[in-house]
C-alpha cells in the first residue's frame, strides 16, 4: 500500500500542473517512474487513478477542517477554518484538484466535490448551531459562504499576500454576516453571539 500512496501524491502534483486530457498513461508512468502496468494494477485506469487521488485529497482536506466536538462553537467554528486554510496552504496542489480538478463536466468529480462543500457545512453547521440538521435557507445561506471560500482560497494560495491568521478573521467575519441573514430569514436558526477574540 506504501507504493499506492507514493502513487497518489505524485498524482496530485501531476493533475494540479497539467489538464487531465493532457496527461497520457505514458506520461504519468515516465513521471512516477513506475512501469505504466503498475498504475492500471492499483487503479484500473487514468480515471480510476484521477478519483482515487481526487478522493485521498478529501479525506485529508476534511480531516483537517473537522472541528473538534469537546469545544464551545464558536471555537470550533474558528478551528474548522483554520484547518481548512492551513490545509489549502500546505497541501496547494491537492486543494486545486479538490476545488477546480482537472476534467471537464465529470458528475463523478462533481459529486466528490460537493461532499466536501457539505462536508464543511455540516461541520460549520454544528460549530455555529450545534446541530448538522439545518433548515434548506440555513443550508443553503452556509454553502453560498463556502462557494465563496473556495474561490478566495484559490485565490490567496496563489497570490498570499495575508497572513493565514488574517484570512482566517475575515473569513470568520464573512461568515458571521452569513449567520445573520440566515436568522433574519429564518429566526429558527439564530446567529451565535459574536466571538469576543480574533485569535
Same mark, same amino acid.
Given at each position: 500500500?506504501?507504493?499506492?500512496?507514493?502513487?497518489?501524491?505524485?498524482?496530485?502534483?501531476?493533475?494540479?500542473?497539467?489538464?487531465?486530457?493532457?496527461?497520457?498513461?505514458?506520461?504519468?508512468?515516465?513521471?512516477?517512474? @513506475?512501469?505504466?502496468?503498475?498504475?492500471?494494477?492499483?487503479?484500473?485506469?487514468?480515471?480510476?487513478?484521477?478519483? &482515487?487521488?481526487?478522493?485521498?485529497? #478529501? @479525506?485529508?482536506?476534511?480531516?483537517?477542517?473537522?472541528?473538534?466536538?469537546?469545544?464551545?462553537?464558536?471555537?470550533? @467554528?474558528?478551528?474548522?477554518?483554520?484547518?481548512?486554510?492551513?490545509?489549502?496552504?500546505?497541501?496547494?496542489?491537492?486543494?486545486?484538484?479538490?476545488?477546480?480538478?482537472?476534467?471537464?463536466?465529470?458528475?463523478? #468529480?462533481?459529486?466528490?466535490?460537493?461532499?466536501?462543500?457539505?462536508?464543511? @457545512?455540516?461541520?460549520?453547521?454544528?460549530?455555529?448551531?450545534?446541530?448538522?440538521?439545518?433548515?434548506?435557507?440555513?443550508?443553503?445561506?452556509?454553502?453560498?459562504?463556502?462557494?465563496?471560500?473556495?474561490?478566495?482560497?484559490?485565490?490567496?494560495?496563489?497570490?498570499?499576500? =495575508?497572513?493565514?491568521?488574517?484570512?482566517?478573521?475575515? =473569513? #470568520?467575519?464573512? =461568515?458571521?454576516?452569513?449567520?445573520?441573514? #440566515?436568522?433574519?430569514?429564518?429566526?429558527?436558526?439564530? &446567529?451565535?453571539?459574536? &466571538?469576543?477574540?480574533?485569535?
Amino acid at each position: 500500500m506504501a507504493r499506492r500512496a507514493e502513487l497518489i501524491a505524485i498524482g496530485r502534483k501531476l493533475f494540479a500542473d497539467t489538464s487531465y486530457d493532457a496527461l497520457s498513461m505514458d506520461d504519468i508512468a515516465r513521471q512516477a517512474r @513506475v512501469a505504466k502496468g503498475l498504475i492500471y494494477y492499483y487503479f484500473g485506469s487514468k480515471r480510476g487513478y484521477y478519483l &482515487a487521488i481526487i478522493q485521498d485529497s #478529501v @479525506v485529508d482536506l476534511v480531516a483537517s477542517a473537522a472541528g473538534s466536538l469537546q469545544l464551545p462553537a464558536v471555537d470550533r @467554528v474558528h478551528r474548522t477554518i483554520d484547518g481548512y486554510l492551513r490545509y489549502a496552504e500546505h497541501h496547494q496542489a491537492a486543494y486545486r484538484t479538490i476545488v477546480s480538478g482537472g476534467v471537464g463536466f465529470d458528475t463523478e #468529480v462533481h459529486a466528490i466535490r460537493d461532499g466536501v462543500r457539505e462536508a464543511i @457545512v455540516t461541520a460549520i453547521a454544528e460549530g455555529a448551531y450545534g446541530r448538522g440538521d439545518i433548515s434548506p435557507l440555513a443550508r443553503m445561506g452556509l454553502l453560498s459562504w463556502v462557494c465563496g471560500v473556495e474561490g478566495a482560497t484559490l485565490d490567496w494560495i496563489d497570490r498570499p499576500r =495575508l497572513s493565514r491568521d488574517t484570512m482566517r478573521q475575515l =473569513l #470568520v467575519k464573512t =461568515l458571521g454576516g452569513a449567520l445573520r441573514a #440566515v436568522e433574519e430569514l429564518d429566526p429558527a436558526h439564530p &446567529a451565535p453571539p459574536p &466571538a469576543r477574540r480574533d485569535g
